[in-house]
C-alpha cells in the first residue's frame, strides 16, 4: 500500500482576552490591525501584500514570511460573518507557489467574565506531500493568538470595554 499523501487534522485553539468581544472582531475585521499581528513569524517576519474583502463571500490573500525569504501565501474566501460572534473562512497556503494545505477556520466569539472575549478557533486542514504538519499549524495559531494578545492589550484601556 502506497503512503498517504494527504493528512487531515484538527486544530482549536481558545483563549480568554481581557477586552470586549466588538475590539477582538474589529482586530479581525480592520485589515490594518490584522496586519499588525495575523502571522506566526516574530518581528524578523514580514508582510509583503495583504487585501481583505471583510464580507461573506469576500476575498483575503496575503503574501508573508521571514524577511530573508517571505515564501508564503494564503488565499480565502470568507464564507459567513456575524459582528462580534464569529468568522468562517475557507482557503489555500501555498510556499513557493506551491499549494501545501486546504482549511476551513471558524473563530468563535463569547463574553467571558469581567468583560473578557473567549475566543475558540476550529481550524480542519488537508496538508499536502509532508511540506506542513499539523504541529506547525498548531504551534503557527498558538504564536498568532500570542500577538493578538499582545495587539489587544496595547488598546488604550477606556477603548477595551
Not at 93 to 102: E, N, Q, V
Not at 112 to 131: E, K, N, P
Request: hydrophobic share 40%; with cysteine.
Amino acid at each position: 500500500m502506497d503512503e498517504m499523501n494527504v493528512v487531515h487534522d484538527t486544530v482549536v485553539i481558545e483563549r480568554v482576552y481581557p477586552v470586549a468581544r466588538a475590539l477582538v472582531f474589529a482586530a479581525w475585521a480592520d485589515i490594518e490591525q490584522r496586519r499588525r499581528w495575523h502571522f506566526p513569524g516574530d518581528d524578523e517576519w514580514v508582510v509583503l501584500e495583504m487585501t481583505q474583502e471583510f464580507k461573506a463571500g469576500g476575498r483575503e490573500h496575503m503574501r508573508f514570511g521571514p524577511k530573508a525569504l517571505p515564501n508564503l501565501m494564503s488565499e480565502g474566501r470568507f464564507l459567513d460573518i456575524v459582528e462580534d460572534e464569529r468568522i468562517i473562512s475557507a482557503g489555500t497556503m501555498h510556499r513557493d507557489g506551491k499549494p501545501i494545505s486546504a482549511t476551513l477556520c471558524s473563530v468563535e466569539l463569547a463574553d467571558a467574565a469581567g468583560g473578557s472575549t473567549r475566543v475558540r478557533l476550529t481550524d480542519q486542514s488537508a496538508y499536502f506531500d509532508g511540506v506542513e504538519k499539523p504541529q506547525d499549524r498548531q504551534s503557527g495559531w498558538g504564536k498568532v493568538f500570542e500577538r493578538l494578545h499582545v495587539h489587544l492589550k496595547a488598546q488604550p484601556l477606556k477603548d477595551r470595554q
